[in-house]
Protein backbone atom coordinates (compact mmCIF):
# COMPACT_ATOMS: atom_id res chain seq x y z
CA UNK A 1 0.00 0.00 0.00
CA UNK A 2 0.74 3.75 -0.26
CA UNK A 3 3.48 5.37 0.69
CA UNK A 4 5.61 2.15 0.34
CA UNK A 5 4.45 1.09 -3.26
CA UNK A 6 4.08 3.34 -5.67
CA UNK A 7 3.06 2.77 -9.10
CA UNK A 8 4.59 5.60 -11.03
CA UNK A 9 8.15 4.56 -10.03
CA UNK A 10 7.95 2.28 -13.09
CA UNK A 11 6.50 4.93 -15.03
CA UNK A 12 8.67 7.45 -14.78
CA UNK A 13 10.94 7.47 -18.09
CA UNK A 14 9.96 6.15 -21.51
CA UNK A 15 12.25 2.72 -21.08
CA UNK A 16 11.00 2.05 -17.85
CA UNK A 17 7.02 2.30 -19.68
CA UNK A 18 8.45 0.60 -22.60
CA UNK A 19 10.11 -2.62 -20.03
CA UNK A 20 6.29 -2.97 -18.91
CA UNK A 21 4.36 -3.04 -22.07
CA UNK A 22 1.60 -5.48 -22.66
CA UNK A 23 0.12 -4.77 -26.00
CA UNK A 24 1.97 -3.27 -29.01
CA UNK A 25 1.32 -2.86 -32.89
CA UNK A 26 2.72 -4.95 -34.59
CA UNK A 27 2.15 -4.10 -38.79
CA UNK A 28 2.43 -7.88 -39.47
CA UNK A 29 -0.79 -8.18 -37.87
CA UNK A 30 -3.03 -5.49 -39.41
CA UNK A 31 -4.80 -5.95 -42.71
CA UNK A 32 -5.91 -3.33 -45.32
CA UNK A 33 -9.48 -3.60 -46.75
CA UNK A 34 -9.29 -2.80 -50.29
CA UNK A 35 -12.23 -1.92 -52.69
CA UNK A 36 -11.89 -3.12 -56.53
CA UNK A 37 -13.91 -2.08 -59.52
CA UNK A 38 -14.04 -3.17 -63.26
CA UNK A 39 -12.48 -1.12 -65.49
CA UNK A 40 -8.60 0.48 -65.84
CA UNK A 41 -7.24 3.46 -64.40
CA UNK A 42 -9.97 4.34 -61.69
CA UNK A 43 -8.97 5.75 -58.44
CA UNK A 44 -12.32 7.43 -57.44
CA UNK A 45 -12.65 8.83 -53.68
CA UNK A 46 -15.37 7.27 -51.18
CA UNK A 47 -17.26 9.94 -50.62
CA UNK A 48 -18.11 8.99 -46.99
CA UNK A 49 -14.89 8.03 -46.36
CA UNK A 50 -11.95 10.66 -46.83
CA UNK A 51 -8.92 9.06 -47.89
CA UNK A 52 -10.37 5.71 -48.85
CA UNK A 53 -10.95 5.16 -52.80
CA UNK A 54 -12.36 2.26 -55.32
CA UNK A 55 -9.50 1.14 -57.51
CA UNK A 56 -9.16 -0.74 -60.71
CA UNK A 57 -7.01 -3.82 -60.88
CA UNK A 58 -4.51 -1.71 -62.87
CA UNK A 59 -4.14 0.91 -60.29
CA UNK A 60 -4.33 -2.27 -57.35
CA UNK A 61 -1.20 -3.41 -59.69
CA UNK A 62 0.76 -0.12 -59.35
CA UNK A 63 -0.10 0.22 -55.60
CA UNK A 64 0.75 -3.13 -54.67
CA UNK A 65 4.48 -2.21 -55.18
CA UNK A 66 3.94 0.34 -52.60
CA UNK A 67 2.51 -1.17 -49.80
CA UNK A 68 3.69 -1.73 -46.65
CA UNK A 69 0.88 -3.54 -45.08
CA UNK A 70 1.38 -7.55 -45.40
CA UNK A 71 -2.20 -8.30 -45.81
CA UNK A 72 -5.13 -7.09 -47.98
CA UNK A 73 -9.27 -7.63 -47.36
CA UNK A 74 -10.86 -7.46 -50.93
CA UNK A 75 -14.13 -6.48 -51.87
CA UNK A 76 -15.60 -6.60 -55.18
CA UNK A 77 -17.45 -3.78 -55.97
CA UNK A 78 -19.31 -4.52 -59.39
CA UNK A 79 -21.65 -1.92 -61.48
CA UNK A 80 -24.86 -1.68 -60.95
CA UNK A 81 -25.66 -2.93 -64.86
CA UNK A 82 -23.93 -5.75 -63.29
CA UNK A 83 -26.17 -7.08 -60.59
CA UNK A 84 -29.10 -9.47 -60.72
CA UNK A 85 -31.21 -11.54 -58.03
CA UNK A 86 -28.97 -14.10 -57.13
CA UNK A 87 -25.62 -11.93 -57.57
CA UNK A 88 -24.15 -14.02 -60.60
CA UNK A 89 -21.21 -12.02 -61.23
CA UNK A 90 -19.52 -13.09 -57.93
CA UNK A 91 -18.95 -16.48 -59.28
CA UNK A 92 -17.33 -15.11 -62.27
CA UNK A 93 -13.75 -16.50 -62.64
CA UNK A 94 -12.57 -13.28 -64.77
CA UNK A 95 -15.04 -11.22 -61.89
CA UNK A 96 -13.45 -8.71 -59.82
CA UNK A 97 -11.72 -9.76 -57.28
CA UNK A 98 -10.43 -13.27 -59.03
CA UNK A 99 -8.42 -10.30 -61.11
CA UNK A 100 -7.77 -8.58 -58.50
CA UNK A 101 -6.11 -11.60 -56.74
CA UNK A 102 -4.05 -12.53 -60.08
CA UNK A 103 -2.87 -8.85 -60.24
CA UNK A 104 -1.86 -8.76 -56.63
CA UNK A 105 -0.19 -12.18 -56.54
CA UNK A 106 2.17 -11.31 -59.77
CA UNK A 107 2.91 -8.18 -57.81
CA UNK A 108 3.30 -8.97 -54.69
CA UNK A 109 2.69 -13.08 -53.83
CA UNK A 110 4.40 -12.73 -50.14
CA UNK A 111 1.28 -10.34 -49.48
CA UNK A 112 -1.54 -12.40 -47.28
CA UNK A 113 -4.93 -12.32 -49.70
CA UNK A 114 -8.34 -12.53 -48.28
CA UNK A 115 -11.50 -11.91 -49.81
CA UNK A 116 -14.61 -11.40 -48.67
CA UNK A 117 -17.14 -13.70 -49.71
CA UNK A 118 -20.87 -12.24 -49.59
CA UNK A 119 -23.25 -10.88 -52.10
CA UNK A 120 -24.54 -8.06 -50.87
CA UNK A 121 -22.38 -5.92 -53.71
CA UNK A 122 -23.00 -8.53 -56.61
CA UNK A 123 -27.25 -8.42 -55.90
CA UNK A 124 -30.00 -5.50 -57.20
CA UNK A 125 -31.49 -6.11 -53.71
CA UNK A 126 -28.26 -5.50 -51.77
CA UNK A 127 -28.98 -8.63 -49.25
CA UNK A 128 -26.24 -10.98 -48.46
CA UNK A 129 -27.75 -13.74 -50.35
CA UNK A 130 -30.40 -15.52 -52.64
CA UNK A 131 -33.99 -14.30 -51.38
CA UNK A 132 -37.31 -16.43 -51.42
CA UNK A 133 -40.78 -15.07 -52.90
CA UNK A 134 -41.60 -13.39 -49.72
CA UNK A 135 -38.41 -11.14 -49.69
CA UNK A 136 -37.00 -13.57 -47.13
CA UNK A 137 -32.98 -13.99 -46.95
CA UNK A 138 -33.04 -18.33 -47.92
CA UNK A 139 -30.55 -20.00 -46.15
CA UNK A 140 -29.55 -23.06 -48.11
CA UNK A 141 -29.61 -21.97 -51.52
CA UNK A 142 -27.74 -18.74 -50.16
CA UNK A 143 -24.63 -21.22 -49.17
CA UNK A 144 -24.56 -22.92 -52.55
CA UNK A 145 -23.54 -19.27 -53.90
CA UNK A 146 -21.52 -18.62 -51.44
CA UNK A 147 -19.39 -21.91 -51.76
CA UNK A 148 -18.86 -21.35 -55.30
CA UNK A 149 -18.24 -18.06 -55.17
CA UNK A 150 -15.32 -19.11 -52.54
CA UNK A 151 -14.14 -21.67 -54.47
CA UNK A 152 -13.66 -19.05 -57.95
CA UNK A 153 -11.54 -17.02 -55.14
CA UNK A 154 -9.43 -19.81 -53.88
CA UNK A 155 -9.02 -20.66 -58.13
CA UNK A 156 -7.85 -17.56 -58.33
CA UNK A 157 -5.13 -17.52 -55.54
CA UNK A 158 -6.70 -16.45 -52.06
CA UNK A 159 -4.87 -17.33 -49.62
CA UNK A 160 -7.59 -17.18 -47.37
CA UNK A 161 -11.50 -16.80 -47.90
CA UNK A 162 -14.04 -14.75 -45.55
CA UNK A 163 -17.47 -15.19 -45.31
CA UNK A 164 -19.33 -12.22 -44.47
CA UNK A 165 -22.58 -13.09 -44.97
CA UNK A 166 -24.06 -14.71 -41.45
CA UNK A 167 -26.02 -17.45 -42.94
CA UNK A 168 -26.24 -20.63 -40.89
CA UNK A 169 -23.71 -23.11 -42.20
CA UNK A 170 -21.70 -21.07 -44.35
CA UNK A 171 -18.17 -22.62 -42.74
CA UNK A 172 -18.69 -26.28 -43.25
CA UNK A 173 -20.55 -25.16 -46.84
CA UNK A 174 -17.41 -23.21 -47.97
CA UNK A 175 -15.19 -25.58 -46.41
CA UNK A 176 -16.45 -28.93 -48.47
CA UNK A 177 -16.54 -26.74 -51.21
CA UNK A 178 -13.06 -25.80 -51.68
CA UNK A 179 -12.36 -29.18 -50.03
CA UNK A 180 -14.29 -30.81 -53.14
CA UNK A 181 -12.26 -28.64 -55.60
CA UNK A 182 -9.05 -29.36 -54.05
CA UNK A 183 -8.72 -26.14 -52.72
CA UNK A 184 -7.19 -27.87 -49.06
CA UNK A 185 -5.04 -25.37 -48.02
CA UNK A 186 -7.16 -22.17 -48.62
CA UNK A 187 -7.84 -21.10 -44.90
CA UNK A 188 -11.56 -19.58 -43.96
CA UNK A 189 -11.39 -16.57 -41.87
CA UNK A 190 -14.84 -16.57 -40.35
CA UNK A 191 -16.96 -12.97 -40.14
CA UNK A 192 -18.06 -15.58 -36.50
CA UNK A 193 -19.44 -12.64 -34.27
CA UNK A 194 -20.80 -9.88 -36.61
CA UNK A 195 -23.77 -7.48 -35.75
CA UNK A 196 -26.40 -5.73 -37.33
CA UNK A 197 -24.63 -1.87 -36.48
CA UNK A 198 -25.61 1.19 -37.70
CA UNK A 199 -21.37 1.70 -38.05
CA UNK A 200 -21.33 -0.36 -41.48
CA UNK A 201 -23.01 2.67 -43.33
CA UNK A 202 -20.00 4.53 -45.04
CA UNK A 203 -19.15 1.15 -45.85
CA UNK A 204 -22.49 0.58 -48.11
CA UNK A 205 -21.42 3.90 -50.02
CA UNK A 206 -17.81 2.25 -50.57
CA UNK A 207 -18.88 -1.13 -51.29
CA UNK A 208 -22.07 0.28 -53.37
CA UNK A 209 -24.10 -2.87 -51.23
CA UNK A 210 -27.18 -0.90 -49.22
CA UNK A 211 -29.81 -3.17 -49.12
CA UNK A 212 -32.58 -1.63 -51.08
CA UNK A 213 -35.44 -1.92 -48.94
CA UNK A 214 -34.80 -3.69 -44.89
CA UNK A 215 -32.13 -4.08 -43.14
CA UNK A 216 -29.75 -7.15 -42.35
CA UNK A 217 -31.58 -7.96 -38.48
CA UNK A 218 -32.68 -11.75 -39.25
CA UNK A 219 -29.11 -12.61 -40.13
CA UNK A 220 -26.61 -10.81 -38.61
CA UNK A 221 -26.34 -10.47 -34.40
CA UNK A 222 -28.44 -8.68 -32.57
CA UNK A 223 -26.30 -5.58 -30.48
CA UNK A 224 -28.00 -6.81 -27.73
CA UNK A 225 -26.65 -10.19 -27.15
CA UNK A 226 -22.99 -11.31 -25.88
CA UNK A 227 -23.81 -14.89 -25.06
CA UNK A 228 -25.43 -15.22 -28.28
CA UNK A 229 -22.44 -13.88 -30.28
CA UNK A 230 -19.97 -16.36 -28.17
CA UNK A 231 -22.16 -19.42 -29.20
CA UNK A 232 -22.46 -18.29 -32.96
CA UNK A 233 -18.61 -18.03 -33.14
CA UNK A 234 -18.03 -20.97 -31.13
CA UNK A 235 -19.94 -23.09 -33.93
CA UNK A 236 -18.19 -21.48 -36.75
CA UNK A 237 -14.86 -22.67 -34.79
CA UNK A 238 -16.79 -26.35 -34.88
CA UNK A 239 -17.52 -25.82 -38.49
CA UNK A 240 -13.92 -25.48 -39.23
CA UNK A 241 -12.72 -21.89 -39.13
CA UNK A 242 -8.96 -21.47 -39.32
CA UNK A 243 -10.13 -17.82 -38.21
CA UNK A 244 -12.68 -15.90 -36.19
CA UNK A 245 -13.33 -12.11 -36.47
CA UNK A 246 -15.70 -10.05 -34.39
CA UNK A 247 -17.02 -7.18 -36.20
CA UNK A 248 -17.12 -3.86 -35.21
CA UNK A 249 -14.67 -4.26 -32.79
CA UNK A 250 -14.49 -0.96 -30.40
CA UNK A 251 -17.80 -1.09 -29.95
CA UNK A 252 -18.01 -4.62 -29.02
CA UNK A 253 -14.47 -5.10 -27.06
CA UNK A 254 -16.48 -7.31 -24.35
CA UNK A 255 -17.51 -9.74 -27.21
CA UNK A 256 -13.88 -10.00 -28.49
CA UNK A 257 -12.25 -10.24 -25.06
CA UNK A 258 -14.80 -13.05 -23.94
CA UNK A 259 -13.96 -14.99 -27.22
CA UNK A 260 -10.67 -14.46 -26.89
CA UNK A 261 -10.59 -16.81 -23.38
CA UNK A 262 -13.37 -19.15 -24.79
CA UNK A 263 -12.19 -19.85 -28.37
CA UNK A 264 -8.92 -21.61 -29.30
CA UNK A 265 -8.23 -20.01 -33.08
CA UNK A 266 -6.77 -16.85 -33.44
CA UNK A 267 -9.32 -13.65 -33.88
CA UNK A 268 -9.31 -10.78 -36.33
CA UNK A 269 -11.11 -7.33 -35.14
CA UNK A 270 -12.70 -5.40 -38.02
CA UNK A 271 -12.20 -1.71 -37.05
CA UNK A 272 -15.55 -0.72 -39.55
CA UNK A 273 -16.06 1.89 -41.87
CA UNK A 274 -18.09 3.80 -39.17
CA UNK A 275 -15.20 3.78 -36.47
CA UNK A 276 -12.63 4.68 -39.13
CA UNK A 277 -15.24 7.80 -39.44
CA UNK A 278 -15.19 8.95 -36.11
CA UNK A 279 -12.12 9.11 -36.03
CA UNK A 280 -11.32 11.23 -39.10
CA UNK A 281 -13.87 13.68 -38.92
CA UNK A 282 -13.37 14.35 -35.90
CA UNK A 283 -9.39 14.99 -36.75
CA UNK A 284 -10.93 17.02 -39.67
CA UNK A 285 -13.03 18.51 -37.08
CA UNK A 286 -9.44 19.36 -35.30
CA UNK A 287 -10.76 18.11 -31.95
CA UNK A 288 -8.60 14.97 -32.64
CA UNK A 289 -5.35 13.84 -33.21
CA UNK A 290 -5.48 11.73 -36.02
CA UNK A 291 -2.60 9.71 -35.25
CA UNK A 292 -2.17 9.22 -31.73
CA UNK A 293 -6.18 8.30 -31.66
CA UNK A 294 -6.15 6.45 -34.35
CA UNK A 295 -2.90 4.56 -32.61
CA UNK A 296 -4.55 3.99 -29.06
CA UNK A 297 -8.06 2.46 -30.52
CA UNK A 298 -5.97 0.21 -32.84
CA UNK A 299 -4.17 -1.10 -29.19
CA UNK A 300 -6.87 -1.27 -27.59
CA UNK A 301 -8.51 -3.61 -29.75
CA UNK A 302 -4.75 -5.23 -29.23
CA UNK A 303 -4.90 -5.24 -25.88
CA UNK A 304 -8.72 -6.74 -25.92
CA UNK A 305 -7.47 -9.95 -27.43
CA UNK A 306 -6.99 -9.16 -31.35
CA UNK A 307 -4.24 -11.19 -33.00
CA UNK A 308 -4.84 -9.22 -36.64
CA UNK A 309 -6.98 -5.80 -36.47
CA UNK A 310 -8.57 -4.86 -40.11
CA UNK A 311 -8.39 -1.37 -40.38
CA UNK A 312 -8.88 1.40 -43.36
CA UNK A 313 -5.64 2.96 -40.82
CA UNK A 314 -3.41 0.17 -41.98
CA UNK A 315 -0.93 1.17 -44.12
CA UNK A 316 -0.88 4.67 -42.68
CA UNK A 317 -0.31 2.58 -39.35
CA UNK A 318 2.73 1.08 -40.79
CA UNK A 319 4.37 4.56 -41.92
CA UNK A 320 3.90 6.03 -38.18
CA UNK A 321 5.34 2.93 -36.76
CA UNK A 322 8.18 3.38 -39.12
CA UNK A 323 7.92 0.16 -41.66
C1 LIG B 1 -20.60 -7.39 -46.34
C2 LIG B 1 -19.78 -6.55 -45.44
C3 LIG B 1 -20.11 -5.36 -44.76
C4 LIG B 1 -18.93 -4.90 -44.16
C5 LIG B 1 -17.94 -5.83 -44.45
N1 LIG B 1 -18.49 -6.85 -45.23
C6 LIG B 1 -21.35 -4.55 -44.71
C7 LIG B 1 -22.63 -5.10 -44.28
O1 LIG B 1 -22.76 -6.15 -43.66
O2 LIG B 1 -23.61 -4.41 -44.63
C8 LIG B 1 -18.79 -3.64 -43.37
C9 LIG B 1 -17.39 -3.12 -43.23
C10 LIG B 1 -17.26 -1.72 -42.78
O3 LIG B 1 -18.23 -1.07 -42.36
O4 LIG B 1 -16.12 -1.21 -42.84
N2 LIG B 1 -21.68 -8.05 -45.83
Known sequence: MFPD??????????????LSRESVIEPEHLILPLFVVAGSGRQEPVASMPGVSRISVD??????????????????????????ECGSAA???????????RALKAERPEVVAITDVCLCAYTSHGHCGVLSDSGELENDSSLEQLSRM?????????DMVAPSAMTDGQVQAIRASLDAAAFRSTAI???????????????REAARSAPKWGDRRSYQLPPHNRREAIRDALLDEQEGADWLMVKPALPYLDVLAELRSTARLPI?????????????????????DERSAALEAVL???????DAVITYYAEAICRWIGR
Do not use: W
Not at 5 to 18: D, Q, V
Open 91 to 101: LREDGIVPQAL
Open 150 to 158: AATHAAAGA
Open 268 to 288: AAYQVSGEYCMLKYAAQAGVL
Open 300 to 306: CIVRAGA
Open 189 to 203: MSYAAKFASSFYGPF
Open 5 to 18: TRMRRCRRTEGLRA
Open 59 to 84: VLRRQANEFRVCAVLLFGVPEESDKD
